[in-house]
């Protein structure tokens, strides 16, 4: 497993695939669609706005490096929005029907979230200090507890979420359906 972990910090092989990460997503996106089960693509559709939804709800109490957030779905987990993006895009892949497509997005999924958090959270404790530490402690990294809850629980600021550009997220699960259900159809009218 350290080879694996190593591999998904390698700095250069994660500022390439940053780079890439448009151009492969787009290629991704035109090769999908030929893959799609018309029947599967409701399902697909439902659990990418799920994933929407709880990035939106993320976005909305998330000010970066400005205040240590508590608030929202950061009081069940320190990391939701890892949860959020892992349901956006696997709600496209559930379309195609082929599990052992999600099985591999789901196995490389967790090695990037994990690897990504423990960067992360070095450079917040280095921003917030003991009030982090002490997050930390109470709340757990990805599995949702309820130690924390307040009233602030059900926070959600508009402002916050489209200053965090969760907007996006929304417009790229709308697009990307949309362009999925006007491949199928057109493939249905040409046959």
């Known amino acids: 497993m350290g080879a694996v972990h190593r591999l998904f910090n390698h700095k250069g092989l994660r500022l390439g695939l940053k780079k890439l990460r448009v151009p492969i997503s787009l290629a991704l996106a035109m090769g999908l669609p030929w ?33 240590l957030t508590i608030r929202g779905p950061y009081q069940l987990c320190r990391n939701p929005m890892y949860l959020g993006r892992y349901l956006l895009i ?11 497509v999600i099985g591999a997005y789901t196995i490389v999924y967790y090695f990037y979230m994990v690897n990504r958090v423990k960067r992360e959270e070095p450079v917040l404790e280095g921003i917030f200090g003991q009030p982090y530490r002490d997050y930390c402690r109470d709340v757990n990294r990805f599995f949702p507890g309820f130690k924390r809850l307040d009233g602030s629980f059900f926070f959600f600021s508009t ?17 990307g359906y949309g362009y999925i259900y006007a491949m199928l159809e057109w493939v249905v009218n040409a046959a």
Do not use: D
């Open 90 to 100: 696997a709600g496209f892949l559930v379309t195609a029907g082929a599990w052992y």
């Open 35 to 67: 893959f799609v089960r018309p029947e599967l693509l409701a399902t697909g559709a439902a659990i990418s706005v799920l994933g929407v939804l709880i990035q939106w709800w993320c976005f909305a109490c998330l000010e970066k490096e400005k205040v």
């Open 159 to 175: 402002r916050i979420m489209l200053s965090n550009n969760g907007h996006w997220n929304l417009l790229s699960v709308v697009v």
